[in-house]
């Protein structure tokens, strides 16, 4: 058996860098030649100007396995993933403020990661893709109530679908439906835009908490898009996650992604029922449930022993959310305001980590504010001699 000695860092580098990470290695130091940009640049979600910087990433489905030849695209310039699931984009230009890297792969929906590019390193994003279940089938005239295993329902109307070119639809329907639920150990990985940013009916950016999504894709035998006709609705509920019935609001308002600024915007509001969340909708892209909050932002760092920087370890916070440290174990994200939390690392969801990190609460941080995470520390592994 081979041994590693925790007080010897060059062996400790080794054990945790290597792993999925290993074909990244070669890549690490590949980036621009550009300064970041200001603090009140990166808190806006428009485009101000473009940089030139790497990103590099994995792309695995929901058991953790590497997909390979998926689509990543940013602004038009694409690549695809290779055999463990790796992609590079090397100093290509895109949005200064806010960078969507958009994934798509035959038979699942496809993914949207979104964070504030630095043009002096390199830019690593990790995804995990949903596959599409076998779709629901019914005819257009009569409308059909789908029920999932854990009560979320989707009773989507008769007489009420409509080509993309906007003529009626009259023949069979296939609804693809997902709810993806906070309980998921995934979630954060999931989610589309992946920063849960938003905007309110006052035009006000929000980083938002959410309480559940649903997505539903509607379309022909031919696989030709459809969607809900003017003047109907189809209504959703949402079953509320376990971990979230005690601390779920009684409404809030309803959310849904757009995918021409991969920003989620608000429209209505969603009431509480019992264990459900229930509403109407006209028209079908992910919805969410979320409760808005304003913007602050968080910088931190994440360390192995013996002070190694954690390079590209996921970092896992309570409500979800997920952030990926860059080359040097940093991360400078934008967080919600007035809204505590803990964060950790957790090696069930990072290749080659050992150990849990202590756990870190951030407290409720005022708007506009740059807090300073204390350090994130991944203990040394155990080492036992014996004869």
């Given at each position: 058996?081979?041994?590693?000695?925790?007080?010897?860092?060059?062996?400790?580098?080794?054990?945790?860098?290597?792993?999925?990470?290993?074909?990244?290695?070669?890549?690490?130091?590949?980036?621009?030649?550009?300064?970041?940009?200001?603090?009140?640049?990166?808190?806006?979600?428009?485009?101000?100007?473009?940089?030139?910087?790497?990103?590099?990433?994995?792309?695995?489905?929901?058991?953790?396995?590497?997909?390979?030849?998926?689509?990543?695209?940013?602004?038009?310039?694409?690549?695809?993933?290779?055999?463990?699931g790796?992609?590079?984009?090397?100093?290509?230009?895109?949005?200064?403020?806010?960078?969507?890297?958009?994934?798509?792969?035959?038979?699942?929906?496809?993914?949207?990661?979104?964070?504030?590019?630095?043009?002096?390193?390199?830019?690593?994003?990790?995804?995990?893709?949903?596959?599409?279940?076998?779709?629901?089938?019914?005819?257009?005239?009569?409308?059909?109530?789908?029920?999932?295993?854990?009560?979320?329902?989707?009773?989507?109307?008769?007489?009420?679908?409509?080509?993309a070119?906007?003529?009626?639809?009259?023949?069979?329907?296939?609804?693809?439906?997902?709810?993806?639920?906070?309980?998921?150990?995934?979630?954060?990985?999931?989610?589309?835009?992946?920063?849960?940013?938003?905007?309110?009916?006052?035009?006000?950016?929000?980083?938002?908490?959410?309480?559940?999504?649903?997505?539903?894709?509607?379309?022909?035998?031919?696989?030709?898009?459809?969607?809900?006709?003017?003047?109907?609705?189809?209504?959703?509920?949402?079953?509320?996650?376990?971990?979230?019935?005690?601390?779920a609001?009684?409404?809030?308002?309803?959310?849904?992604?757009?995918?021409?600024?991969?920003?989620?915007?608000?429209?209505?509001?969603?009431?509480?029922?019992?264990?459900?969340?229930?509403?109407?909708?006209?028209?079908?892209?992910?919805?969410?449930?979320?409760?808005?909050?304003?913007?602050?932002?968080?910088?931190?760092?994440?360390?192995?022993?013996?002070?190694?920087?954690?390079?590209?370890?996921?970092?896992?916070f309570s409500?979800?959310?997920?952030l990926t440290?860059?080359?040097?174990?940093?991360?400078?994200?934008?967080?919600?305001?007035?809204?505590?939390?803990?964060?950790?690392?957790?090696?069930?969801?990072?290749?080659?980590?050992?150990?849990?990190?202590?756990?870190?609460?951030?407290?409720?941080?005022?708007?506009g504010?740059?807090?300073?995470?204390?350090d994130?520390?991944?203990?040394?592994?155990?080492?036992?001699?014996?004869?």
């Open positions: 058996m081979y041994h590693i000695n925790p007080q010897n860092p060059k062996e400790m580098k080794t054990l945790t860098l290597r792993a999925t990470f290993i074909v990244l290695l070669s890549f690490l130091y590949l980036v621009g030649c550009r300064k970041s940009e200001s603090d009140t640049e990166q808190l806006s979600p428009s485009i101000q100007q473009t940089i030139r910087a790497t990103v590099a990433g994995t792309v695995v489905d929901e058991s953790n396995k590497p997909l390979a030849g998926v689509k990543v695209e940013i602004d038009g310039q694409s690549t695809t993933t290779d055999f463990t790796t992609f590079l984009l090397n100093k290509i230009y895109m949005s200064a403020s806010r960078c969507a890297v958009k994934f798509t792969y035959p038979g699942y929906y496809m993914g949207v990661k979104c964070f504030t590019p630095k043009s002096d390193r390199s830019n690593f994003v990790k995804v995990v893709l949903i596959k599409k279940q076998a779709p629901y089938s019914f005819n257009a005239t009569t409308g059909i109530t789908i029920i999932l295993p854990n009560g979320t329902t989707i009773i989507l109307p008769a007489n009420g679908y409509v080509t070119s906007g003529s009626t639809y009259t023949g069979m329907v296939n609804a693809s439906v997902y709810h993806l639920t906070p309980d998921d150990p995934n979630f954060g990985l999931k989610i589309p835009g992946g920063d849960l940013l938003g905007i309110d009916l006052s035009g006000n950016k929000k980083v938002l908490q959410s309480y559940g999504m649903i997505n539903v894709e509607l379309t022909d035998n031919n696989g030709n898009q459809l969607q809900i006709a003017p003047g109907k609705t189809a209504t959703l509920k949402y079953a509320i996650a376990l971990s979230q019935l005690s601390s609001p009684n409404s809030m308002p309803h959310w849904f992604y757009n995918e021409k600024t991969n920003l989620w915007n608000e429209e209505g509001t969603i009431t509480r029922n019992g264990n459900f969340y229930e509403t109407t909708v006209s028209h079908f892209t992910w919805w969410n449930c979320d409760y808005p909050y304003g913007l602050a932002r968080i910088q931190g760092k994440v360390f192995f022993c013996n002070n190694i920087p954690a390079a590209f370890v996921l970092v896992t409500n979800g959310y997920v440290t860059d080359m040097n174990g940093q991360y400078d994200v934008i967080f919600p305001a007035n809204l505590s939390l803990t964060c950790q690392v957790l090696a069930s969801n990072n290749n080659g980590v050992i150990n849990n990190s202590p756990i870190v609460t951030i407290p409720a941080l005022s708007i504010q740059i807090y300073n995470v204390p994130l520390n991944i203990p040394c592994p155990t080492l036992v001699k014996g004869r």
